[in-house]
Structure formats: structure tokens, C-alpha cells
């Protein structure tokens, strides 16, 4: 992380030709290493927000949060807000709140699109998008602006971001196990930028994960396929493509 620092200037009593002698101030920069509490806190926020928000990044989905976790489990990180998986991580459908607004009076976006159930405002953690799909999640704790759209903006919105595709190409596998006979199985595949397709990108994944959960009778079977594509247009335009 790199901080910019205004060098200090020290008024003195000086003749008037001094005075008159224009002072040039040169910028320095300082360094520090991603050791601090602050560096190294599970949530950011933008400098230019408008109203209070967190927003949880790559490095700590991957890193802090168990891979057979949802949504819910990434945005309760975030200041306001609260779950509780009581059949494990991912495990069972939860309600989180935020800021005392339950599932239903809030708005939740995945890269910018607002979804819900088909008979009402509510939403089912684990049958969609796990934490293994996610680059980014941002919690809004306020109605946003007339340009967020949404099904209930005045509880706040948690943004889900889906991963972009890596500018090179790669293969990431995932394996997990863990209590209650919990396995999971994620491969990724990254194609990076193709110049034969003027830039386009893609990244393809796929899922397994099932358990016996912690409650008696709470096991889960889950398969989740997931692919992105990035097209540019021109130099400010990109089409995506998800499913």
C-alpha cells in the first residue's frame, strides 16, 4: 500500500526578495507492507462511497472463508450484518439480516442484477452462487441512490461480483473435506486474454460438494456449473456473459 504525503512547509520571517523567490515542493512517497490491522482487515471501503459500505474481497474469500460457504457466510463479515449456518458452513438455507432487515427487505444483486424467489422478495443461500464463484462481495447499509435498482433498496444491498477471468491461462482445482463426511470438489478453468478473439477471456468452472451436515437428516447434494465470458467491444465497452 503506498501513501501520498503532502511535505511540510515551515513559515519563517524572511526579507522581502526571499519572500518573492518561488519554493518548488517535490512529492515523496511512502511504503509500508500489508502488515498492519488495517491492511489486513477482512473488509475495505471505497473512498468515494456515498453511504456506509464494506466490501470483502478475493484474497479473503479464499483465504478466511470455507469453501463450502454461500453468499450469507462472505457478507457476514461486514459490519450490521448476521447469519447463522446451523447445519454447517453452506450447509443449510439461513436468513442473514442486515442492519435488522431480514432476507425479504433488502436488496441482493449478483454483478449488478437484482434476483429473488419467483412468489416473493426472498432468497435460498445454498442454490446459488458458493463462495468458490465469488471475486468480490459489497454490503451497501443504505437505500443507494435513484440509480440502484432492485426489488427492496431501502434495507441496503449486498452486490455479489462474479469472478472475472485471469489474463493468463491457468487450471485451479479444489479439494476439501471436512466434518459430518463434508467433501468438495471445485475445478477451475481460465483460458486468459485470446488474441485470435480480439481479447476475449474465459473462465469455466465446476462443482461437487455434498455432506450428512450436523443436524440428523441435513445432508446436501450439490452440483453448480458456472461459466463467464468477457468480449471487448471498444476501448470503454466490454459485453460479459454469465451463466
Request: aromatic share 10%; net charge neutral.
Amino acid at each position: 500500500m503506498a501513501l501520498a504525503l503532502a511535505p511540510c512547509v515551515l513559515l519563517r520571517s524572511q526579507t522581502p526578495a526571499a519572500a518573492d523567490r518561488t519554493v518548488r515542493l517535490q512529492e515523496f512517497e511512502v511504503t509500508e507492507p500489508r502488515t498492519s490491522a488495517q491492511t489486513m482487515a477482512p473488509t475495505e471501503s471505497r473512498l468515494e462511497a456515498t453511504q456506509p459500505q464494506s466490501i470483502i474481497n478475493l484474497q479473503t474469500i479464499q483465504n478466511s472463508i470455507a469453501p463450502t460457504a454461500d453468499y450469507a457466510m462472505i457478507a457476514a463479515l461486514a459490519p450490521s450484518v448476521t447469519n447463522f449456518s446451523t447445519n454447517g458452513p453452506g450447509l443449510n438455507e439461513s436468513k442473514p439480516t442486515l442492519r435488522g432487515f431480514t432476507d425479504g427487505q433488502y436488496n441482493v444483486t449478483i454483478d449488478g442484477i437484482p434476483f429473488g424467489d419467483g412468489n416473493d422478495y426472498n432468497h435460498h443461500t445454498t442454490s446459488y452462487f458458493p463462495a468458490k464463484l465469488l471475486g468480490r462481495v459489497t454490503v451497501d447499509r443504505g437505500p443507494g441512490t435513484a440509480s440502484t435498482i432492485g426489488m427492496a433498496t431501502f434495507g441496503g444491498t449486498m452486490a455479489m461480483e462474479t469472478k472475472d477471468p485471469r489474463t493468463e491461462a491457468s487450471f485451479v482445482p479444489t479439494l476439501s473435506y471436512g466434518s459430518w463426511h463434508t467433501r468438495l470438489a471445485h475445478f477451475e478453468v481460465n483460458t486468459g486474454v485470446l488474441p485470435k478473439a480480439a481479447g476475449g477471456s474465459l473462465i469455466a468452472s465446476y462443482q461437487y460438494m455434498d455432506s450428512e451436515g450436523y443436524k440428523t437428516f441435513g445432508t446436501l447434494r450439490r452440483n453448480t456449473y458456472f461459466f463467464k465470458y468477457l468480449q471487448p467491444i471498444s476501448r470503454n465497452t466490454t459485453l460479459s456473459v454469465m451463466g
